[in-house]
């Protein structure tokens, strides 16, 4: 017997957010203070493999979602990934783009944000399979797809971003370069509201259910090998 929507997605949230992806020994030491400058840079570039992307895989979402009303939120995404804000009557602006803002934190740890020397960050093969996996939200089950994005990835964000940018702190840099950072913090509490919204309707079903916790833990074991790789190249192992 399926659960309620609403206590079916209150839970697979709290389960996210203690998936072993949340608790792993690479975050822990960005929060705790334990990563210098060096090893940000090296966390900035990979990062930027996947960050860069992100309007991608919500637009491949919305191409997928059959429901016009649960598609809303999404869109609504997207129009502030491209640096617009509805509730302020912003409309998009290409310097505050969500990859422009991103640049600005690659600058603050000395990378050069010229497109040539972007497009050759190398990704290492953990990064490749995690931004393909994303990649690839076109080809799954839109059930997959949008615990995946929902629950395994925007509600997240505010925890781990948060775990991030202390760790981005201690590494000397300043409020203006973890903006980046900051801003998701903020926002995506929002946005993970607003695509819970468009989970009840799919939630209703015992199927259905097993379809979005399946798509929420699968993009997150794949976090799991991201941070992996992460700390493995970093030397924090």
């Known amino acids: 017997m399926a659960e309620s929507a609403v206590a079916f997605v209150d839970k697979l949230q709290e389960d996210c957010l203690n998936h072993p992806a949340m608790k792993h020994s690479y975050l822990k030491k960005f929060n705790n203070r334990k990563v210098n400058k060096k090893q940000v840079k090296l966390f900035a570039e990979q990062y930027y493999c996947f960050s860069r992307h992100f309007s991608r895989y919500l637009a491949a979402l919305v191409a997928i979602t059959p429901d016009e009303a649960s598609r809303a939120p999404l869109i609504k995404n997207l129009h502030e990934e491209y640096g617009g804000r509805q509730e302020a009557n912003q409309d998009m602006n290409a310097e505050r783009t969500h990859p422009a803002i991103f640049r600005a934190f690659l600058r603050s ?67 203006d370069d973890v903006l980046f950072f900051s801003a998701h913090i903020e926002l995506d509490v929002e946005h993970a509201e607003g695509i819970k919204n468009s989970l009840l309707p799919f939630a209703q079903t015992k199927d259905h259910q097993d379809l979005l916790r399946f798509g929420a833990m699968d993009f997150l074991d794949a976090r799991t090998v991201l941070w992996d790789g992460l700390e493995r190249a970093s030397g924090l192992l």
Request: one cysteine or more; proline letters at 7%; charged letters at 20%.
């Open 109 to 175: 740890v000395g990378i050069d944000t010229s497109p040539k020397t972007l497009d050759a960050i190398k990704p290492l093969p953990e990064t490749k399979l995690f931004v393909d996996k994303y990649l690839n939200i076109r080809f799954l089950n839109y059930l997959e797809a949008f615990g995946g994005m929902g629950p395994g990835t925007e509600y997240i964000v505010p925890q781990m971003y948060t775990y991030i940018r202390e760790g981005c702190r201690g590494a000397g840099l300043s409020e």
